[in-house]
């Protein structure tokens, strides 16, 4: 497609379940984002991968959050026993990977809620 | 964790009237970036800076990537409904994660 997309677009859960988010980047983006946005306040970086491999996990809350991706494309972000604190949009964002282009293109987000 | 401190939080104006936002950091950045978000959508990239110093327009819209690499500005001439929403400023090191601001709610009166 022509932008990134995410799926499922919203997300109702119950507080203990795993959830699954998945992310399409855009094509031939080598560079892929997840970010955690709660409400009114700014995006806060999760991980950043570089092909399949993740150099920078820093910004995963805890050990119930993990992502991967595979084939260099689809990622998917997992957290396990989910807490009502985990409620927030998560956005996936791409970027060609390449020093001086790093501009990210963002997806409109999974909106989850964790009752 | 890191953060930029972006100003105003919001702002309610007359249609027609120019805007102006910015963001400081304590931290050197290669990158600025400027995104738009409305409800319900991801952040749009509006304008980016690569080079300090460097002014950019986009149609109505004008921003300048700080001499000291530490602050950007975002400004918004003769506005109009369809820019109400918000405004983020972004920061980047490298081909990494982007460190955002709070953000800046943009309200227009007709």
């Known amino acids: 497609g022509a932008g990134v997309s995410q799926s499922p677009s919203n997300k109702v859960t119950e507080k203990g379940k795993d959830v699954e988010l998945r992310c399409d980047p855009i094509s031939g983006h080598t560079a892929l984002y997840w970010y955690r946005q709660s409400l009114g306040q700014g995006l806060e970086f999760l991980i950043y991968f570089q092909g399949n491999s993740a150099p920078d996990k820093s910004g995963l809350p805890s050990d119930r959050f993990s992502a991967e991706r595979t084939g260099g494309s689809v990622s998917t972000l997992t957290i396990q026993r989910t807490q009502q604190e985990d409620s927030a949009v998560y956005l996936c964002a791409s970027s060609l990977g390449l020093r001086g282009e790093e501009t990210q293109y963002f997806g409109p987000g999974t909106r989850l809620l964790v009752l | 964790g890191q953060q930029l401190n972006q100003s105003p939080q919001s702002m309610f104006i007359q249609e027609g009237e120019d805007v102006s936002m910015n963001c400081t950091s304590s931290?050197?950045?290669?990158?600025w970036l400027w995104y738009k978000q409305d409800p319900g959508e991801g952040p749009v990239l509006l304008i980016a800076?690569?080079?300090?110093?460097e002014l950019t327009s986009n149609g109505r819209l004008t921003a300048q990537f700080g001499i000291t690499r530490k602050d950007s500005f975002l400004n918004i001439s003769a506005s109009i409904p369809s820019d109400v929403g918000i405004y983020f400023c972004a920061g980047s090191q490298g081909a990494q994660k982007l460190v955002f601001g709070q953000g800046t709610r943009l309200t227009i009166n007709p």
């Open positions: 800076l690569y080079k300090a110093g």
């Open positions: 931290s050197i950045f290669n990158t």
